[in-house]
């Protein structure tokens, strides 16, 4: 059975962060071949949220979410990741809706955004999302800009 948690950094047990970095970097460094700095200063700053789905013990799903200090600046939804184990089994769609509650619970005035891997802005749509910047290249995949504003209506 799954448990999923919604926590501030400052909540994260050392085994949690251990073990959500290593999925990330299993992912989207190896999995994807993706040579960059997954380390970004941004895990233990400010009101920075941490939602991870756990299932006997291991980090299965997880996804950030940054929150700026500048109150015109949206939330930023990250690091969305489903373990290669469990994909296939609608986990991906789980947490995102998650994600959304904890953004609106937590932040509920602000606009979303999220840096979509461009092959999955069809999955993110499907959550309010609509594109807002042309398809760029970010390490060497191609990603776009999304966004869906805090009434649930697509911009």
């Not at 930023?76 to 809706?97: F, P």
């Not at 979303?112 to 993110?124: E, N, P, R, S």
Request: net charge negative; hydrophobic share 40%.
């Amino acid at each position: 059975m799954i448990q999923w948690h919604n926590f501030h950094h400052s909540e994260l047990t050392t085994t949690h962060l251990y073990a959500l970095l290593k999925l990330r970097c299993e992912v989207f460094v190896i999995e994807q071949n993706c040579l960059y700095e997954e380390l970004d200063g941004e895990d233990l700053v400010g009101e920075n949220r941490h939602i991870l789905a756990v299932e006997e013990g291991e980090i299965v799903a997880y996804a950030r979410i940054l929150k700026s200090d500048d109150p015109l600046e949206p939330v930023v939804i990250g690091r969305v990741i489903v373990s290669s184990r469990l994909r296939g089994q609608k986990l991906g769609e789980q947490l995102m809706t998650y994600a959304l509650e904890v953004c609106q619970q937590q932040w509920p005035d602000k606009a979303i955004y999220l840096g979509a891997q461009a092959h999955l802005k069809h999955f993110y749509a499907r959550f309010g999302f609509s594109a807002v910047t042309p398809e760029y290249d970010e390490d060497g995949i191609l990603h776009i800009g999304m966004a869906k504003d805090p009434t649930g209506e697509i911009r």
